[in-house]
């Protein structure tokens, strides 16, 4: 498969008024939804709720792709039929949840590597530059010694190389945020957690179980804090997302690439709205550097909101700091957005996107959501087959509705 194939498959995916359905949830997290209804967490329980939303007639209006897990691929309808093979002969393209769940960042050689970074980097500065650094504040200086690594690989990374001014210019800008970040914050940055399942990526690709997939997601999680998220675990995050997604377009695959900051927490939006912007900068570097195109990726974000213990903003400020964080940091090149619900209410996840989605725009931009197209019609199914209809007509009509807010009005339509 050709980059224009990848590309084509990644445009279908945001194709205007079609959204992803994400289903991909492990055994671990469905059985706690399933608790909620006094369901028993079984594969064939599994699999029949998966039947109850895949096999819907008429999905194929409103849904281009459907985020699978693993298990999903050996499982079929109650026709005998693959689930895969069932979505494909309507025109929906599968795709696999590649990750592996979450483990916890290791920080024991931290100090070591930072200190011997800051002397490496303060032994190559000119006097007049360490002058100008001093002179600029304590907060510099702590982050030029604290994160000199941060601050060598971005000069190295940048397109041309900076003057001895520009360097200094980076680290003030940078400063502010990066500042939280130290080794010696271990109550909160020991909890940070990294991605897990690189290493048998290339094993799972090859692997013909899944080759009907067309394309993948992996995800990656920050938590704002007072300290974190840490350099060390944006950094490590978004380099594996990178490799990822290199990767799955090796093997032919579309990746989506799926930086989740966590709406839990007591932050406002304007500490999400720097976070998330880190992040997204940091990440569109990491693909770059690891050679990915960009023409055949997609980014999965959530919205710009204040954290689930913050008093709620107004919705026309997550739809302005939102569109800015996108517009600021992922390259032009990248076919769509995709934005995942994040723990908000259906009603709020509705609104954001069609608020968002009606701003001009020259990238393409949908839904990617899962608990907001699925609890109504787990909630009507309850586990019972004499209910499977009724959840059907439920879980249709969160797909239309979701499907209408993701149009988009004023789109200079790409590719």
Request: hydrophobic content about 35%; glycine content about 6%.
């Amino acid at each position: 498969m050709g980059k224009e194939d990848l590309r084509k498959i990644a445009l279908e995916l945001v194709r205007d008024g079609k959204g992803i359905l994400a289903i991909d949830e492990s055994s671990d997290s469905m059985g706690k939804k399933f608790e909620n209804f006094n369901i028993s967490n079984t594969a064939e329980n599994r699999r029949r709720f998966r039947n109850v939303l895949i096999e819907a007639e008429g999905i194929e209006e409103y849904i281009s792709g459907v985020i699978l897990h693993m298990e999903t691929f050996d499982q079929r309808n109650d026709k005998n039929i693959l689930f895969v093979e069932s979505l494909s002969s309507r025109g929906i393209i599968p795709g696999i949840k590649l990750d592996q769940g979450l483990g916890k960042i290791e920080y024991d050689d931290v100090k070591i590597k930072a200190t011997k970074k800051a002397k490496e980097v303060e032994e190559n500065v000119p006097e007049n530059v360490k002058s100008s650094v001093k002179n600029a504040g304590d907060k510099v200086v702590g982050f030029m010694k604290q994160h000199s690594e941060y601050a060598k690989n971005k000069i190295e990374e940048h397109e041309r190389p900076l003057t001895e001014e520009e360097k200094v210019k980076e680290a003030k800008k940078y400063g502010e945020f990066i500042k939280r970040s130290s080794a010696d914050n271990a109550e909160e940055t020991y909890h940070e957690q990294v991605t897990r399942g690189l290493e048998d990526l290339e094993k799972t690709l090859a692997s013909k179980k899944y080759e009907k997939a067309k394309f993948a997601k992996w995800r990656s999680v920050f938590k704002i804090t007072k300290r974190t998220p840490t350099f060390e675990a944006i950094d490590k995050n978004c380099d594996i997302l990178a490799q990822y997604a290199k990767l799955c377009q090796l093997h032919d695959l579309v990746p989506i690439v799926e930086p989740e900051v966590l709406f839990e927490g007591n932050f406002t939006i304007e500490e999400h709205y720097r976070v998330l912007k880190y992040v997204l900068s940091l990440l569109s570097n990491k693909l770059n550097y690891h050679d990915v195109d960009l023409d055949s990726v997609l980014f999965k974000i959530g919205f710009v909101t204040s954290g689930k213990n913050k008093a709620s903003v107004d919705k026309e400020s997550t739809t302005r700091l939102t569109s800015e964080a996108i517009l600021s940091t992922i390259p032009i090149k990248v076919p769509g957005i995709v934005f995942l619900s994040g723990g908000h209410t259906c009603e709020d996840a509705i609104d954001y996107l069609r608020m968002i989605c009606g701003l001009d725009a020259e990238i393409n931009l949908t839904f990617s959501y899962g608990r907001a197209l699925t609890s109504n019609a787990m909630k009507k199914w309850n586990g019972n087959d004499n209910n499977v209809e009724d959840a059907r007509k439920v879980f249709l009509q969160d797909c239309q509705v979701s499907s209408k807010a993701s149009k988009q009005r004023n789109l200079v339509r790409k590719g």
